[in-house]
């Protein structure tokens, strides 16, 4: 352990070859943050890609990070990790113009008790959903493809079953999260899935206002339903993100959708911004405007300077790295359909017909690799 300014520091290995070297340096910022500064050498530190990901990091505060493990962020798989060193050299691949879907989606089930505005995988009425056993051969097929985050979604995943099975079945070669709205998400469910070893839990919030929630997602008691399952995940020992679907009506309400994220205790808070697709996909001119952009950047600098708690903007890392659709991201339906993204309702083959890699191979040619801009909020 090294000493800085006299405050107590921890190191925690991200990358060593003979042209990269970084490491993270933690120690507690005034507030009791725990705060981030990397260090790097080597022929590719001045890498654009490199500088990029490695200052999404730097004087940023960590998720969690205690003697043993460093959590970045609830996306970031802990380091050390077999996890995180896969993840790392997928992005130093990537830099050779090699595609790792890193993050891959799979929503195992359209079930949902919510009829949410925005949602982009409406209920088709067939009660469409995954087998157990073809999601277990789906996640054995994307481990071995590289995959170090697999995200379960729905509809509503905690509604599915044997949900605990398919997050067991995700070894140490990745994380697994869950996407929930907090509908079914018990203190025992939370239990159940901490010992298969699940690794966070992103909550989804339109409104820190109840009644506004409530009224986006389309039940009554489902804004009660998410500040229950962040507890549970809590008490559970789970990592927690606030996921934030920000709208050109919701900008204002920043400061409190962090203030609440701060009093329940989560880990990190992210801000998404909508996207025209699902039952959105009718609305107008729905992209945040350039001052809402602006608005978002200004707050997220602020508060990150002087916060208690991480914030990951997904509309900054948009600018950074570009789209990660059919890139580092894939998403998978309940009918089996592959997606370059959640978002982006465009099939490139089904999962029943053909190797998930055979895809992955042709989504090469998906026109959006990297743009700086979402295609579906143009």
């Known amino acids: 352990m090294s000493q800085d300014g006299g405050k107590a520091e921890r190191t925690y290995p991200l990358y060593d070859s003979l042209f990269l070297k970084a490491e993270a340096r933690v120690s507690k910022d005034l507030t009791g943050a725990a705060r981030v500064k990397v260090y790097a050498s080597g022929p590719l530190v001045h890498l654009p890609l490199i500088q990029d990901a490695l200052q999404m990091f730097d004087g940023q505060i960590a998720a969690c990070a205690d003697r043993e493990e460093l959590c970045l962020s609830t996306w970031i798989p802990p380091i050390p990790s077999r996890a995180f060193s896969r993840m790392a050299e997928s992005r130093m691949q990537a ?25 982009a995988l409406p209920n088709s009425g067939n009660k469409l959903l995954l087998a157990p056993q073809t999601v277990k051969d789906l996640i054995g097929q994307i481990l071995e493809m590289g995959t170090t985050l697999i995200i379960f979604d729905g509809g509503e995943p905690t509604l599915y079953r044997e949900l605990p099975e398919l997050v067991a079945a995700v070894d140490d070669r990745a994380i697994s999260t869950i996407f929930t709205s907090g509908a079914g ?53 789970l990592l927690v993100d606030l996921y934030v679907v920000l709208r050109r009506e919701n900008m204002q309400e920043l400061q ?38 602006a608005l978002l950047d200004e707050f997220v600098k602020k508060t990150g300077e002087s916060g208690e708690i991480r914030i990951f903007s997904v509309p900054e890392a948009y600018r950074r790295f570009g789209c990660f659709a059919a890139t580092s991201w894939m998403h998978i339906t309940p009918s089996g359909q592959v997606y370059p993204c959640s978002c982006y309702p465009q099939s490139w083959g089904s999962i029943f017909e053909e190797p998930v890699e055979k895809i992955w191979q042709r989504m090469n040619a998906f026109p959006y690799k990297k743009s700086s801009v979402c295609p579906m909020r143009k």
């Open 256 to 293: 409190l959708f962090y203030d609440l994220a701060r009093s329940k205790g989560v880990h990190e808070i992210t801000f998404f911004e909508v996207v025209s697709t699902g039952r959105w996909s009718e609305r107008q001119n729905t992209a945040l405007l350039p001052e809402d952009h």
């Open 185 to 237: 998400f018990t203190a025992s469910l939370a239990r159940r899935l901490k010992e298969a070893g699940l690794y966070a839990v992103n909550v989804s919030l339109d409104s820190p206002i109840r009644s506004e929630h409530d009224s986006m997602r389309g039940r009554e008691g489902v804004f009660d339903d998410a500040m229950q399952a962040i507890e549970n995940a809590l008490a559970a020992g």
């Open 95 to 119: 830099v050779l113009g090699r595609r790792t879907p890193d993050q891959v989606t799979i929503s195992i089930t359209e079930e949902c008790p919510n009829r949410c505005s925005h949602c």
